[in-house]
């Protein structure tokens, strides 16, 4: 079956943008967690969506919005972009389970980016 | 949520050797604990994982340890090899919950 797909794989972008990226999860997960892996720091929670909703929120500010299509596809935004935000934000499918359907996550490549 | 600390933040071994990553989590309800190794550049992949109602389990050269009342879990590595090399991170779940939370990693570095 085909993995988690995440677009693009690199991005550079001046502070003050926008950016948006997007993660298809594997075919039958319905929940797509993010995350940011930035040095020292391990990877940092942002949102999980499940079934177009989201369903848990990490601590991170208001510029981070994230939504969930009808086929699971995700994406996240971060509007006002900071020099901090650079960072490689991985996505995470998973069947989404909360009962006795214990399953891990299956990371998608990770988006690189750079803000300048 | 769920506090995740793991130890050590580096680990050198050389070829052969042991070696034992250890994490502890904060809520007692935690009850699943998966690891995941990320090698340089390539997305974290999960290696072994366990269920709060196991103690340990075992894959070829890796086990994964489960003290519920001290709430804490390692892994363990035998015969290490280089291409054990990368960054492994440990994580919980809370019950009833579907999201990780992860430690902050440890970079194993496996000498020849």
């Known amino acids: 079956k085909a993995g988690v797909t995440q677009t693009p794989r690199y991005l550079i972008k001046t502070r003050g943008q926008q950016v948006t990226l997007s993660c298809s999860p594997i075919?039958?997960?319905?929940?797509v967690s993010w995350y940011q892996q930035t040095p020292g720091q391990g990877l940092q929670f942002l949102f999980e969506?499940?079934?177009?909703?989201?369903?848990n929120k990490g601590n991170f500010p208001g510029r981070f919005s994230g939504r969930q299509f009808s086929n699971s596809r995700s994406e996240m935004n971060v509007s006002t972009l900071e020099l901090g935000d650079s960072a490689l934000y991985l996505c995470?499918?998973?069947?989404?389970?909360?009962?006795?359907?214990?399953?891990?996550?299956?990371f998608g490549s990770g988006t690189r980016l750079t803000v300048v | 949520g769920e506090n995740v600390e793991q130890h050590p933040s580096t680990l050198s071994v050389q070829e052969g050797d042991s070696a034992v990553i250890k994490c502890t989590y904060s809520?007692?309800?935690?009850?699943?604990f998966p690891w995941y190794k990320q090698e340089l550049g390539k997305r974290p992949q999960l290696i072994i994982d366990i269920r709060s109602n196991v103690g340990e389990k075992k894959d070829q050269r890796i086990a994964v340890t489960l003290n519920k009342t001290a709430k804490h879990f390692s892994l363990h590595i035998t015969e290490t090899q280089p291409e054990d090399s990368a960054v492994y991170f440990c994580?919980?779940?809370?019950?009833?919950?579907?999201?990780?939370?992860f430690g902050k990693g440890t970079m194993l570095l496996v000498s020849p």
């Open positions: 995470a499918s998973s069947l989404g389970g909360t009962g006795g359907d214990l399953d891990g996550y299956t």
């Open positions: 969506y499940f079934s177009e909703t989201q369903r």
């Open positions: 075919s039958g997960h319905r929940s």
């Open positions: 809520d007692s309800a935690s009850n699943y």
């Open positions: 994580a919980a779940r809370l019950s009833g919950y579907s999201t990780l939370s």
